[in-house]
Antibody
Framework: VQLQESGPGLLKPSETLSLTCTVS????????WSWVRQPPGKRLEWIGC???????NYSPSLKSRATISVDTSKNQFSLTLTSVTAADTAVYYC????????????WGQGSMVTVSS | EIVLTQSPGTLPLSPGERGTLSCRAS???????VAWYQQKPGQAPRLLIY???LRAAGIPDRFSGGGSGTDFTLTISRLEPEDFAVFYC?????????FGQGTKVEVK
């Protein structure tokens, strides 16, 4: 199973961040999927997850701005984050696991997103 | 909200040495939902341990995890040159993930 993030590298404050994770080598309907981000030089931060039934959970700090969805026809899942600020500058990772929602075995390489005017 | 505190912040070791990393939870947690990751510069995290003590696929047996309640450990029995990295513990509860702040294992 391989994951690949795609999306804009640069955004302006107040814009909406949209990232897509393309899954190859496995069915998107059989996994638990998550998004994790890492600001430069800082710790990993969980954003949220979605299960194979479409049920979502989000970090309390991002819940009001984040949306995760799955497109089974394209074997992709996505993250939308509204009203971005410089604090949202980070490497964004998509991740997944076939057996558990409590961790992820498979990770994408990461996509750097910079928010700057 | 559960807070995970990792110690030490930095652990200087030499290849061949044994390293023990600590992850302490602010309240008692289920060990079945504790995991450890390794992250090297410019790379995605790699799952090492899940369920507190189970090695993920492809992980060498020099990595071992343990603990219960509030205290969890990751032990590297004999450090190889490729093991120097930042290690994070992770806990899942109430439908959320929480990461520790990380321990950097560096060359002494």
């Amino acid at each position: 199973v391989q994951l690949q993030e795609s999306g804009p590298g640069l955004l302006k404050p107040s814009e909406t961040l949209s990232l897509t994770c393309t899954v190859s080598g496995g069915s998107i309907s059989s996994f638990y999927w998550s998004w994790v981000r890492q600001p430069p030089g800082k710790r990993l931060e969980w954003i949220g997850c979605i299960d194979y039934s479409g049920n979502t959970n989000y970090s309390p700090s991002l819940k009001s701005r984040a949306t995760i969805s799955v497109d089974t026809s394209k074997n992709q899942f996505s993250l939308t984050l509204t009203s971005v600020t410089a604090a949202d500058t980070a490497v964004y990772y998509c991740a997944g696991d076939m057996n558990s929602i409590a961790w992820s075995y498979y990770w994408g390489q990461g996509s750097m997103v910079t928010v700057s005017s | 909200e559960i807070v995970l505190t990792q110690s030490p912040g930095t652990l200087p070791l030499s290849p061949g040495e044994r390293g023990t990393l600590s992850c302490r939870a602010s309240q008692s947690v289920g060990s079945s939902n504790v995991a450890w990751y390794q992250q090297k510069p410019g790379q995605a995290p790699r799952l090492l341990i899940y369920g507190a003590s189970l090695r993920a696929a492809g992980i060498p047996d020099r990595f071992s995890g343990g603990g219960s309640g509030t205290d969890f450990t990751l032990t590297i029995s004999r450090l190889e040159p490729e093991d120097f990295a930042v290690f994070y513990c992770l806990h899942y509860a109430s439908s959320t993930w929480t990461f520790g702040q990380g321990t950097k294992v560096e060359v002494k």
